[in-house]
């Protein structure tokens, strides 16, 4: 069985020391105020607050197909036979597409196999990690290609954030909805759905989003008995831990999968406080 190496994108926000052991390339999306224009991978979240306080305006771009190649290309030219290439969804980002076209710029692009996960930032990373397992296992191209493809179609991501006018910014709720909901204390629910976020619930209460939650798990579980669980705190702390609790608690024998780390271009998106899940059955 030939080398296996693993390609990913700065969203799915592993840790430095995961990246480096596993030998794991990385290509990096882009922040953007006005001309300017910074690698995720360069900057961390208190710079962009930072500057959003002071008026900056974010945006973020996909990494080029260029920076994708050169990764590529190294991985190949130190003995790596197979990369399996771990993608937030193509319907949220074009960064999917870069990929692809370095792929296609290769000599031999049959070395390359892209996983376009239908999620994002920590839904990708609980795939990713996944795949790291198998990997490393010595598992062959072929197991691999078909587990990380059936978990990614049972996986599902769920998360809510404090402040509505995040969402304003990314066009998935209207300036009035939100001025709304905030003085109600509204809480959305957004659900990846066909690989986009979607506002899909409203709730005044945590204990209703996570009953909200425990009603699509319950469903997703009707035809399978394992589990697997990514809980995600962006500066919600004592609310995922609640969530991590009651998972422990109705699923015994889970895994669960704690973080409380999201970076600069989810950040942006989804503002400084929320709670999030990802999780697949098998």
């Known amino acids: 069985m030939g080398k296996i190496g693993i390609v990913i994108d700065s969203t799915v926000y592993l840790s430095q020391e995961l990246i480096d052991d596993n030998n794991i ?29 002071k008026g900056a305006h974010w945006k973020t771009s996909q990494p080029s197909p260029g920076e994708f190649l050169e990764i590529f ?30 792929k296609k ?11 376009d996960t239908m999620l994002c930032a920590y839904g990708t990373a609980m795939i990713t990690l996944e795949l790291i397992e198998m990997v ?7 197991v691999i290609v078909e587990r990380i493809t059936r978990i990614i179609g049972t996986s599902v991501q769920m998360f809510s954030v404090q402040n509505l006018f995040s969402l304003v910014k990314g066009g998935r709720l209207s300036v009035a909805r939100a001025t709304i909901g905030t003085v109600l204390r509204i809480k959305p629910i957004i659900k990846v759905i066909d690989g986009k976020l979607q506002l899909v619930k409203s709730e005044r209460t945590h204990k209703k989003i996570f009953r909200y939650f425990m009603e699509h798990i319950n469903k997703s579980l009707i035809d399978h008995k394992k589990i697997t ?33 999201l970076g600069p271009v989810f950040s942006i998106h989804v503002g400084k406080k929320g709670y999030g899940i990802s999780y697949f059955v098998e």
């Open 229 to 261: 669980f990514y809980v995600l705190s962006q500066h919600s702390l004592e609310t995922a831990k609640q969530v991590r609790e009651l998972f422990e608690e109705e699923y015994p024998g889970c895994k669960i999968i704690f973080s409380e780390y």
């Open 105 to 115: 710029m290769l000599g031999d692009s049959t070395k390359v196999h892209l996983f």
């Open 25 to 53: 390339g990385v290509a990096s999306l882009n922040v953007i105020n006005g001309v300017d224009s910074y690698k995720e991978l360069d900057i961390d979240n208190k710079f962009v607050w930072d500057m959003q306080d």
């Open 136 to 142: 490393n296992e010595n598992k062959t191209e072929e």
């Open 73 to 102: 290309e190294r991985m190949i030219s130190e003995g790596y036979d197979k990369i399996f290439c771990v993608l937030l969804s193509k319907n949220i980002s074009g960064t999917y597409q870069s990929a692809l076209l370095a």
